[in-house]
């Protein structure tokens, strides 16, 4: 049973930083794709970054501040998110899958999902 559990999440003031986290048991992070999206209140799901093999992708709204990073060892991925605005409020997902490298803002094509963590930046 694959399960992805993210971490991290909070409240933070305009210019903060956030290091959210996302662990899996049950999935290899390193053979597949991880991407992270975010959900904003009355707001569809969107993408936000993705990580797989060696290659990285971003959003252009985050591009610059947030980065993404995987830790093989502890099957985690991380979002690094600096430089944060009201704009970035959202509830965060983490999502694994087997999107190809050409595909990977897809969120149909990731098969599995964390719960989602709450990210809450004030001005």
């Known amino acids: 049973q694959v399960q992805l559990v993210e971490s991290g999440g909070g409240s933070v003031q305009t210019g903060g930083s956030l290091r959210l986290a996302c662990a899996a048991s049950?999935?290899?992070?390193?053979?597949?794709?991880v991407g992270w999206f975010r959900q904003g209140p009355d707001e569809s799901r969107e993408f936000v970054a993705a990580?797989?093999?060696?290659?990285?992708i971003y959003a252009d709204s985050v591009k610059g501040r947030f980065a993404i990073s995987r830790d093989n060892a502890k099957n985690t991925v991380y979002l690094q998110m600096n430089n944060l605005t009201p704009e970035d409020t959202a509830i965060y997902y983490c999502?694994?899958?087997?999107?190809?490298?050409?595909?990977?803002?897809?969120?149909?094509?990731?098969?599995?999902w964390g719960q989602g963590t709450q990210v809450t930046v004030s001005s």
């Open positions: 049950g999935f290899t992070f390193s053979l597949n794709s």
């Open positions: 999502a694994a899958g087997s999107a190809p490298l050409s595909a990977l803002r897809r969120r149909d094509l990731y098969k599995y």
């Open positions: 990580i797989r093999m060696s290659s990285k």
